[in-house]
């Protein structure tokens, strides 16, 4: 019997359209998502972290769909009135109950199963690369693990929930609690899909590993650090946690059955109104009699929207289980803004401003799931509660039920946004923040709300078309994904993805930024795309005489009067209109943007240009301009005069000027050549000259161009024009002489892609220094002030515009960026140097904290390197772009959210603002007193010395150990970063293309070079570098350095410097307790087993150790922790038996306390010996 | 005065069932009783003039107005009961009146108010106003769609089977509610329930097969069946061994006894007493193929 009714259960799902629609879509996303770049370029495409993370994902994916077959297959009987013949059967209930879950859990079992074979066979059919050796195994294990036990769990939930209260709504909410309970878990664990892990290097927590119902958390968090190797070769280890974790939710997931499945019964569902009390009021005696009626009009119309609004929110709110889908939204977000402003990168935290909460809460694609789900409810209510002959028999037309929908889902979306925000503005008061600004809160229901009501416009569309519930359910869940997650699947453009426009970011200074005005562009096109799509829902909503989809299209496409045509032909055409003006308006190349068609400029410029790389070209030695900026249009003009001098050896007989793809328009006078031949698609002008320039000889080049920089086009934070908060590294877009790498692919699949070599770090031949004089006179609207290099000679105004002149006094590097905001400034003069910090109005708390650090950082400098060469250094603000901050000769540009928004009140904690600034003030020596060879190691003269003195400044504030968290995070970020990497990794003096050698090992090795051989021995390295190699000397390159620092060392530290420099050399350091003993005569008697292993990664050998290493004792009798012992060991074997004797009895002991020798495993470094 | 005229009115589902074949119906203001077995088309027949339907052939207008033309002008005067019909979760009575009610057009909320109250009264609803209506019991739900159908000012009152699980003292208030309101309107009254019609349809149909078999006034159809019923009364030894010659108009077992109802211009070959015929009779000589010929209705 139970085979039969198993087999009947089967065939029911067999013949369900959602079962079938839904198979078929699994095995085309296990397909296509082969094509995804999980785990980096180089990573197998069935390899066994690509297989584990796609069926992970997709098993998340099975929550929707294992609620969408649950309310289907399961509660069919409740649905189509089947209980009561089914329940009088005689089927027990266990009969009943087991047949139906085997049959949900069998069904999400095949789909899931059919999405791994999707990802089986997506690489052969789609002809991915790379590829390793098949193995059956790593399917087995995702399936395994990942995908049938997140499918039976999610079956599990929803079928819970259907037995708790067989309702649908009760089943979508378990499903969006479910998924709801992932995001958090995901935030809180720090997963990899987020956005704001980035700078988090560390697994997640064993709470955040054991809430994801998924099991992500724990793969994403232990893969976070694996080597590409891994990746391809190693199946996930099956870790305590994530084992605990699959235990942990299998568990839940069967309690939660079994208490539902006890409180189960095989009755109908109990709404006598027994218990209600009757109404008791009496009404007089009133005989029946009819009224008139008006159905139609206005006022008919007001009325029936008024009442059938009113009826869909009570029926809403009389719903438990959306109040608590409104709870773990607050959860969820809350959590959210919780964890990405208290634990920022390097264990740091911001203010918790408006601003940052609004960046926080800007996206909202959550809602897109909720509104899938209330919609279908909202749409099939009629039908699903069979009122549809009684609403159907009144006179309700379909535009009024329609627009009644639609105004229910705006107030839903309405109310949704309303908790939203509220949620930040109450993170804003619990979190202390005193100044909480409104109009960005009340500018989300623009940003964020309006394209939700769009999609509901969309959705209602859907589910309209398609008659079958799950079936609409299933396609707007599609379609919806489609839209948010596009440019995956090849649409990059946003007029073909509903309701899409160019992400907005939010920022205090340039509000809704470079995207705001093109923004209400695409909304424009979306509702005009909206309202016709409305129009085609009206024709086609379900009436009384058509009710098939088909019989609605004929009768939709028959039934247009000439006021309808018109209608929709002027919305059609004013969408057309629209359309082509945005298509217009964004047409161009924007490096950076990397859409198909920058690629294919990126490509050619290189296939055409390259091979002219070499020729003799004229260097700029003098640049004069005129720039004029225009924020309200996001525009800038800028004419110059470029004089350029051959300093080849060489004739030069033709001048080759180069234009920035973003720039629109550019007019160049040559003065002395011949007609020039241009090359306008990639904007190459080459010019013959009609003298040759002979070595020595100068030139003049004059030039006007215009940069539109409005949101039509993409966002380049290096190129920004905002109606506040304007930045441009105006060096790299105005005219460039001769061949430009940065036009160049960078990303070695797409090189490939496009039939180019992979690129090779090439050194640069000419060593001398090119620097120039600049002069630039920028104008701005008055109000807003603006800062570039050099210094600022005279402002003056005119006609309502700001005027600035800035001049250098000796000439610079080829770097001048400038910005233009309304800015505060404060200043102060110390030891003959103005330090001046430019800010926006309100965000001065960190003021104090840059400008000490500034004047620390250029008085050590000064004192230890080479006297600062400017008589002033600037700190200016700009928006949050990205990044924390930029050096240029004199200088700083610093970004609004890592500078200014850093919460550095905490003084327990390493003031991230004062080393991020002495770090860029650091580059006054290291990018710009010192200009290192173009080529490999560069870096390593610029950002690995800035990396040490940022270090040796902080620490001179703070104490080193405060530093060592930083250093922790440093080794941390290091080894994850260089674990994505799929390419060998370079010792630091060859460093090329790998930030995490020149940023995050630079810095270590320096700092653990300075533990060993001294500071003062690192800064007269330092010093005769910059003696030996600074202008107008040979620019020098890594090994210069080297042969300072190694100098008269003794052997071992030379060979400690190359170890750090010249090798990749990885530390495996651990401390063990050996003995403790409390001594008679008082102290104690500590023996501990100190091992160090290093390893040569570039030979993979073991190398003799030869290391200065410090060990560190600390006790805590009672209180915080007391220093009891720190020393620098010089230990020379893996093992070393130390036994130290101390006055107070230990507590924890470790080696290399500081953390700044490269050791991937910390944990074995500290060993705690109790109280 | 006829009002709602049916002309050639044909429905074929999808299935090849043809549900309806070419029905004419002529319906003044007054009860209109509509009489027919399982899927005779009754309900194809209400559905589709309740503008729920559409007829594959066929017009339908109401005071002169083309139905298929302009279903909005009867829905704006239409009272409809359906045989079968869901309420939203978690509303009361009293809210879901109202909002039929605006949906009907009923504006004033004065009229909608007093309106509401007069039927939930009426129906005996008026203690109940504020429980649910998905928490009804069978009758009151049949009560409260009974109060929706009289919402407005409807002309046309469509009611199929609209006593169905009510108890006798709810049904007699709901027939004098119906004879009550019917002078003024057109109530088509799809039932089962043969004494229903006898005692409150001026005009009546029987309808089988999708066709109108016979229709006219009760009362005249018995008329033209006076001295043709017979009666025999046979124990079931006779019963079984000599069955009732037909034409037989209906046979019933009481008492242990069967009452055989024949069919005859004169005294039947069996023997058999002549009885007053009823309007069963009518219905059943109808459906048996006994009466003569279709009668055109007019009202």
Known sequence: MMARLLTFELNYYGKQRIFQASAVLFFILGLLMTQGRFGGPEVYKNGPYVITFISGLLSIALIFVSALLCVNAVLRDRTHGMQALIFTTGIGRPLYVGIKLLGLLLALSLIASLALLGSMLGPWVLALAPLGRFQMSYYGQAFFFFSLPNALFCGCFCFAAAMAKPKASTVYAAAALLFMGYFAASIWGHSPLMASSAFRPQAPSLWAQLVDPFGLVSFLGETKRWSVYQRNHECYHLTLPFCVNRLLWTGISALVLAFFYARYKLRLPSEASSTRRLSTDSFGPSPYRPVTTLARGGRYAWEVLVSQVGLELRLLFGQATYLWVAALWVFAYGVEIKENLTHGPYDTRFYVTTALVVEQLLPVRLALLLLVFYASELIYRGQHTRMQPLLLSTPLTRPLVYLSKMATLTIVIFLLLSLHLGLGIAAQALMGEEKIELGPYLALYYYSGYPLLLFAGLIVGIQTLISNTYLGMLMSLVVMASSVFGTTLGLEAYWLRFASAPEVTYSAISGFGHYARAHQGYMLYWTLAAGWLAMLTMKLWPNAYQQTPWQRMKAALGQWSTRELLTGGGILVLLGYTGFNIAQKSQGVALGANRSQDQRWQARYEQVYQSRAGWPQPVLTALTLTTDLYPAQQRYVVSGRYQLRNESDSLIRVLWLGRDPSVTSLRLQVAGTLDCQADEALGQFFYPLKQPLAPGQVMRVDFTMEVDRSGDHPFDSENAVVSNGSYIELEKFIPWVGYNERMELKDSQLRARHGLKPRTAVAETDGRYHRLTYENTISTPAGQRVVTVGALKRTWQNAGRAYFQYQTEQPIEPMFALSSMHYEVRTQHRDGITFQVYYHPGQSRNVPAMMESMQKTIRYASRQWSPYPFKHVTLAEIPAYGGAATAYPGVIFSHEKYNFLLNASDTSRLNLVYATTAHETAHQWWAYTIRPKAGPGEAFLTESLAKYTEAVIVQARQGPLKLSSYLKADNELYFSQRNRSARQELPLNQSWQQPYVHYQKGGLALYALGQSLGEAWINRALRRLIHHQAYPKQKPVAQNLIDELKGQAPVWKQKLIENHLEKVVIYDNRIQLRSLKALPQGGYQLGLRIGVDKTDQTALQRLPINDAVEIAVWGAPSGPAKLLYWQTHHLTKRQTLLELRLDQKPTLVQVDPLHYLLDENLANNTVALGP | ?299
């Open chain 2, 1 to 299: 005065m006829s009002r709602l005229k049916i002309t050639g009115l044909t429905k074929t589902y999808s299935n090849g069932l043809r549900a309806l074949d070419n029905v004419s119906l002529s319906v003044g203001n007054g009860m209109f009783g509509l009489l027919g077995p399982n899927g005779a088309g009754k309900s194809s027949l209400m559905k589709i003039l309740a503008t729920l339907l559409l007829a594959d052939q066929g017009e339908i207008s109401f005071d002169g107005v083309s139905i298929n033309k302009n279903p909005d002008f009867l829905r704006r005067q239409l009272g409809y009961l359906p045989q079968d019909f869901g309420v939203y979760p978690r509303v009361s009575a009293a809210v879901l009146l109202d909002h039929l009610a605006v949906l009907k057009g009923v504006s004033h909320s004065g009229d909608r108010k007093q309106q509401i109250q007069a039927l939930l009264q009426q129906t005996n609803l008026y203690a109940h106003r504020n429980q649910a209506v998905s928490t009804f019991s069978g009758g009151m739900r049949q009560r409260f769609g009974i109060a929706q159908a009289l919402l407005g000012n409807p002309q046309l009152l469509i009611v199929d089977e609209p006593t169905a699980g009510l108890d006798p003292q709810e049904k007699n208030r709901f027939h004098d509610m119906l004879s009550e309101i019917a002078g003024r309107i057109v109530v088509i009254l799809s039932t089962h329930i043969i004494q229903d019609v006898y005692e409150l349809c001026g005009e009546m149909a029987v309808l089988m097969g999708g066709q109108v078999l016979l229709g006219g006034k009760p009362a005249g159809l018995i008329q033209q069946l006076k001295g043709k019923v017979w009666q025999q009364t046979l124990s079931q030894e006779q019963w079984a061994s000599q069955p009732a010659q037909p034409p037989v108009i209906s046979t019933r077992l009481v008492g242990g006894h069967h009452l055989i109802r024949l069919f005859s211009s004169g005294p039947p070959p069996g023997g058999g007493q002549g009885v007053e015929p009823s309007l069963e009779d009518v219905y059943f000589s109808a459906l048996a193929g006994l009466q003569p010929a279709k009668h055109q209705l007019r009202s």
